[in-house]
């Protein structure tokens, strides 16, 4: 246990005298920390930009209007003349997110039976103003609807209370459990930071090895070990893990709290899951560190490795949906893992046995890269001849 202690110290005092190791642990964290919270920190969208195009011209359509006018979220800005083309308003106007269409025979169409449509065309370059515009758009219009229909049911001599029952049957109430105010500072922050926590302690172990032989010092790093490659993997990974875990703690007792991200009640015990994921990275790092010697073509590697993690997650776009090749590659990122267990133990708060089968993936991730690093370690001693 000395030896490893040794070795953990003599691995903090290289850090300290190499200027890309506290950039990567310190600097770049915290400016790509504050730096994406404060971009997301306004959480939601207060409006969206808007313009109407009325060719009916009816008592109905004005009720249509005075409806949009009321959504929260919608600001009319500009109302279009029959001769204007829907594509030229978006491209002269990019300030416009959507154009709402009432068509011609609108109000006539309805009171004579036939169904009649509200014409929603969005920029849906953003496929959030797309979906927020469509929403509101739904909302309102079920709104007036009932309203046409309930006047119709009372004109047939349908009392009031029966009347309301027949218009609405069914109600929907949804109840969003795990971010109820749809913040996308609690949606993207966390899987952000948390793809950044994987890739820094990557990285960072991704050169431990391999720095040694670029400055000749792995043979006095094998003394000091008792030439013991055991001592030299655990040293080298507690070292890295210890970094990443505390990176972690940041995370969770700063980040988040400085921008008011919800900590769960989960929180204490899931930094458990945070020490693993540190530890697999480390290893995953040092692994890349011993089968490539070379410490750009190691980064290189990393980087590519790495970079795909938060797109291939699952945080952005489901898994299940992924074409079957991008499915299975999906499985061969820890981070893939890591998010499955932060969603389930971290935001949905379930108990910790939920959690099993992530921390066994996590583990194996760990097998595996912790035997790679001993028999490149072997491979290489018969090399240099140690």
Not at 90 to 96: A, K, L, Y
Not at 255 to 282: D, T
Not at 316 to 332: C, E, K
Request: charge should be positive.
């Amino acid at each position: 246990m000395k030896t490893i202690t040794k070795i953990i110290l003599r691995e903090i005092q290289r850090l300290k005298s190499r200027a890309s190791a506290w950039i990567l642990v310190f600097i770049i964290p915290t400016l790509l920390f504050f730096y994406l919270g404060s971009i997301y920190k306004q959480g939601t969208i207060e409006y969206v930009n808007i313009a109407v195009k009325n060719e009916d011209q009816s008592k109905l359509s004005r009720t249509i209007i005075q409806n949009i006018e009321a959504s929260p979220k919608l600001n009319i800005i500009k109302f279009l003349n029959s001769s204007d083309d829907l594509e030229s308003v978006f491209i002269d106007n990019p300030e416009i997110k959507g154009v709402y269409l009432i068509p011609k025979d609108f109000e006539k169409n309805i009171y004579h039976g036939e169904q009649s449509k509200l014409i929603v065309y969005t920029n849906s370059s953003n496929i959030v103003y797309g979906n927020l515009l469509y929403k509101e758009a739904a909302t309102f219009i079920n709104t007036v609807s009932a309203g046409i229909n309930l006047k119709m049911f009372q004109a047939k001599g349908i009392p009031y209370k029966k009347a309301i029952k027949m218009v609405m049957p069914i109600k929907v109430i949804t109840k969003p459990l795990f971010n109820p105010y749809y913040n996308y500072l609690f949606y993207l922050i966390p899987g952000i930071t948390t793809a950044l926590l994987q890739m820094i302690v990557f990285f960072m172990a991704a050169r431990s090895i391999n720095s040694e032989h670029t400055n000749k010092t792995y043979k006095e790093l094998y003394q000091l070990s008792g030439q013991s490659i055991f001592n030299v993997i655990f040293g080298k990974l507690i070292t890295y893990t210890l970094i990443g875990f505390l990176v972690g703690l940041v995370i969770f007792s700063v980040i988040y709290p400085l921008f008011g991200i919800p900590l769960s009640e989960n929180a204490l015990f899931f930094m458990v899951i945070i020490f693993i994921f540190s530890l697999v990275n480390a290893i995953l790092g040092l692994m890349t560190s011993t089968l490539f010697k070379d410490e750009t073509i190691a980064m290189d590697m990393s980087l590519v490795y790495n970079s795909p993690a938060f797109i291939f997650s699952g945080f952005t776009f489901p898994i299940m949906a992924m074409p079957a090749f991008d499915s299975w590659y999906a499985q061969l990122i820890p981070y893939t893992h890591f998010l499955k267990a932060f969603i389930k133990g971290f935001e949905m708060t379930t108990p910790f046995h939920y959690l099993y089968p992530q921390i066994i993936n996590l583990l194996l991730f760990f097998l595996f890269g912790y035997m790679v690093t001993v028999i490149a370690l072997l491979i290489s001693h018969k090399k240099m001849k140690i």
